[in-house]
């Protein structure tokens, strides 16, 4: 089955710093789906990224970058010059196949004003 | 656009009971979603719904089930509750294609915060 592994449970940082969130999956599919939301004190979960499996493309935009490599079943999330609006808690999330859509146990971020 | 909406916001229920959680989805989307948050945790996948259907479906007991209409809103029952389904209950609306149940971006309501005592 399915695992995405997000390790860091809490993570507490000085605004400006910068910071990198892990998420580590595992699985035997071909075809799979990878994301990143970030949930806010409000509750409500708001999508940041989604790669596919055969796009390794690493991404940035904005103060935001995301490296996918394959090759270690990583697909982690840096945050640079971070802000005090970046304080929520980070899921990483897999989909692949049917009836298969898991998500990490969440990174919680701090940013320290 | 209001975005995804649920209702209600927060919900006490008494175990044994029944509960209907209500979302409506974003403008223009077809697919609904629902998810349970336990506290501390992340979110886990219920079932989702397409043309009125229930498309597919997580580890969750047929104590838990779906309806979809034909303006594409949703409800999620659960019948017979017990303290442990006590959860942020989060609804998620999408244009979905292919077998996975999340392919494409997903827009989440803030959630049904249901308290079983």
């Known amino acids: 089955a399915q695992k995405v592994t997000q390790a860091q449970t809490e993570i507490s940082v000085v605004e400006k710093e910068d910071v990198t969130l892990d998420c580590v999956y595992e699985t035997r599919d071909t075809t799979y789906y990878l994301f990143w939301y970030k949930q806010p004190p409000s509750g409500e979960l708001v999508f940041l990224i989604r790669?596919?499996?055969?796009?390794?493309q690493n991404e940035i935009s904005g103060r935001y970058s995301w490296n996918f490599q394959k090759s270690t079943s990583s697909f982690n999330f840096t945050i640079t010059a971070s802000q005090v609006v970046d304080s929520a808690v980070y899921f990483c999330v897999y989909s692949g196949g049917y009836q298969k859509v898991t998500f990490g146990t969440g990174t919680k971020l701090q940013v320290i004003p | 656009d209001a975005g995804v909406t649920q209702s209600p916001t927060h919900l006490i229920k008494t175990r044994g009971q029944q509960v209907t959680l209500r979302c409506s989805p974003k403008?223009?989307?077809?697919?609904v979603s629902w998810y349970q948050q336990a506290l501390g945790q992340g979110p886990q996948f219920i079932f989702q719904y397409y043309e009125e259907e229930e498309r597919q479906r997580g580890n969750f007991p047929d104590r838990f089930s779906g309806h979809q209409f034909p303006n594409y809103s949703s409800e999620l029952n659960v019948n017979a509750l017990l303290l442990g389904d006590s959860a942020l209950y989060l609804c998620?609306?999408?244009?979905?294609?292919?077998?996975?149940?999340?392919?494409?971006?997903?827009?989440f309501g803030q959630g049904t915060r249901l308290t079983v005592v």
């Open positions: 998620a609306s999408s244009l979905v294609w292919g077998d996975s149940p999340m392919n494409t971006e997903a827009f």
């Open positions: 403008s223009g989307h077809d697919t």
């Open positions: 790669r596919n499996s055969f796009d390794e």
